[in-house]
């Protein structure tokens, strides 16, 4: 595709990097910058650069912090002998919204994929196991609240190994038939599942 | 939705404001962008600040242009008697990748839209008739090539109501069964034009 201008083809290109967008959607995107007030381009443009230059990590459970210790690791009512491990700083959010969880997290900052080139190195998993072998912490209870995916269940089970000649409880969160959902509309693998996990009324 | 940083819910809030992209997408490419090297979120935010401070456009056509008159008003094979109206640059591309058209362009920045308080002052329409009204230039054929939305057709009745007392031929793009599609899947309005429009073979 040939662009009118070299500017517009650089904001194209550079838009068009973001994951999901394409050409067409960047175009689009880019025209609709074009048509916005200068200062509103400058806070955009700013906001981007300072979260990638200024944003820190909690020290204890690696979530995006404005601080040094996340204000859920700071926290002074959360019960602190359950650890819930976590993909990334989404689904902190999405169990924190359910307020059915009072504990810990530890953020991992993604799961193993051999594709994408993520090992065991490049998670947050040894500062995991030296938070549970932290005698101080008192960790009781490791909650594995990973993605239900091949790398998810990697991930759970490479953790489970690792974890397991310490006296920690390791358990995972239920997977079954959501709630609301149509048993003839859940796929066949979640309900051989539910039933293989069935629980006592 | 409560976020874990500041940096963040100024970044998400900011990345919504685009057309299309709800918080839960915005959240995905911040922390997407936190992925990525600090050079890449440089020059991503570079090329956006540049684009709309550094774009020009055409001063004949209003085409968006790295110089003063655009490469197709300046190009010297063109057909400088046909002028094509369009909405904006990505019909210009569209038009220009059938190869099909040698004539010039003139974009009006946008269509009339009372909803989006998008008035006839608001486009480049006067300097359009100001084009055909400079003998010099010899224009003979404007063609409306404008979505055939609300909008669309109330712009090219605008147009063809200001440009009737001029000499010059006012056509519109053909509206018709799309080629490859079915008549069955047609929708009743396009199928109804197509057969009042329909050409002698």
């Given at each position: ?191 051989g599942r539910s039933i293989m996990n069935r629980q006592k009324l």
């Amino acid at each position: 595709m040939e662009y009118p201008s070299k500017l517009i083809e650089n904001a194209v290109e550079e838009i068009a990097k973001l994951p999901g967008i394409g050409r067409k959607t960047a175009l689009r995107l880019a025209l609709h910058l074009l048509k916005q007030e200068k200062e509103d381009i400058r806070d955009l443009s700013e906001a981007l650069v300072r979260l990638r230059e200024e944003t820190r990590y909690c020290d204890q459970c690696f979530n995006i912090s404005d601080a040094t210790t996340c204000a859920i690791c700071a926290g002074t009512k959360r019960d602190r002998s359950v650890i819930c491990v976590v993909e990334d700083t989404r689904d902190v959010m999405a169990i924190e919204n359910t307020s059915q969880y009072f504990g810990l997290y530890h953020v991992l900052g993604g799961v193993i994929s051999p594709i994408e080139g993520v090992g065991p190195s490049d998670l947050t998993i040894e500062p995991l196991v030296q938070r549970i072998l932290n005698k101080e912490e008192n960790i009781e209870e490791v909650i594995l609240a990973l993605p239900a995916t091949m790398e998810g269940d990697t991930t759970a089970f490479y953790i489970s190994k690792k974890l397991k000649d310490l006296e920690v409880k390791i358990t995972s969160i239920a997977r079954g038939v959501p709630v609301g959902g149509e048993l003839e509309y859940t796929d066949e693998i979640t309900l051989g599942r539910s039933i293989m996990n069935r629980q006592k009324l």
